[in-house]
């Protein structure tokens, strides 16, 4: 179990910058982790069996995934875009899940957790490292119905949409009159207008970096040599 501070500072070293975001999440990853009664980071065994669902793009999801250690990788980080600062923590063998949720009020009470700070960065920067949990956070105890393709393990399905030929992985196609698309092709994607296009440098690959960085026959005669 490391302590708060050596937390943070790893989780701002990988973050790159310290800011009021990286204190909340990386708190909000500990008591997280502790409802589960998991360490924090987690030990190997309690990593297998955790996932945990992240709300925000900013600062403190960063942080909430360095604490656990979970990636979206492995399967184990989720992100889902709500714009929320929250973060839900789960157990896959007991299916126990808490929803923890940044209190807006903690923001109007920093002044008075940290008085003698002269601006409101300052105040929350010292506020979110003493204030209590029960008023940095609520907690919601919630039910997360996963499916097997939410799990962590191997593909279990590939579809190829039938419009654009794209395979979809893990049951991500959507289905209608009994024919599978990607979710760009049934829905909309987020980027429009897509056309292949070529580019002269699409021929590269790590093997003719190495190639290219190796010396060349007779390059070792042009090599220095020391003086006499």
């Not at 992240?54 to 403190?60: G, S």
């Not at 929320?84 to 957790?113: C, G, H, K």
């Not at 039910?143 to 190829?160: F, H």
Request: charged content about 25%; glycine content about 8%.
């Amino acid at each position: 179990m490391k302590s708060f501070e050596e937390l943070l500072a790893g989780s701002v070293a990988a973050h790159g910058h310290l800011c009021p975001g990286q204190i909340v999440g990386v708190r909000m990853a500990m008591l997280g982790l502790r409802l589960l009664d998991f360490e924090a980071p987690p030990t190997y065994p309690q990593l297998k069996q955790l996932i945990v669902f992240i709300e925000m793009d900013r600062c403190t999801g960063d942080a909430v995934a360095f604490v656990t250690n979970a990636k979206l990788g492995r399967r184990s980080l989720k992100f889902v875009d709500y714009g929320i600062m929250a973060a839900t923590f789960i157990n896959l063998e007991t299916s126990r899940a808490y929803r923890v949720i940044s209190t807006e009020e903690a923001r109007d009470l920093a002044p008075l957790y940290a008085p003698r700070e002269p601006d409101k960065r300052g105040r929350q920067l010292e506020a979110y490292r003493v204030m209590p949990d029960s008023v940095l956070f609520r907690v919601q105890e919630v039910k997360v119905d996963l499916t097997p393709y939410d799990l962590p393990g191997p593909t279990r399905s590939k579809v190829a949409c039938v419009r654009c030929g794209q395979v979809v992985r893990d049951g991500r196609e959507v289905v209608w009159d009994g024919r599978p698309y990607c979710r760009p092709c049934a829905q909309g994607g987020y980027f429009r207008d897509a056309r292949d296009i070529a580019w002269d440098r699409m021929n590269w690959s790590p093997q003719l970096q190495m190639e290219e960085m190796e010396p060349r026959p007779g390059a070792e005669q042009f090599a220095e040599r020391p003086s006499c």
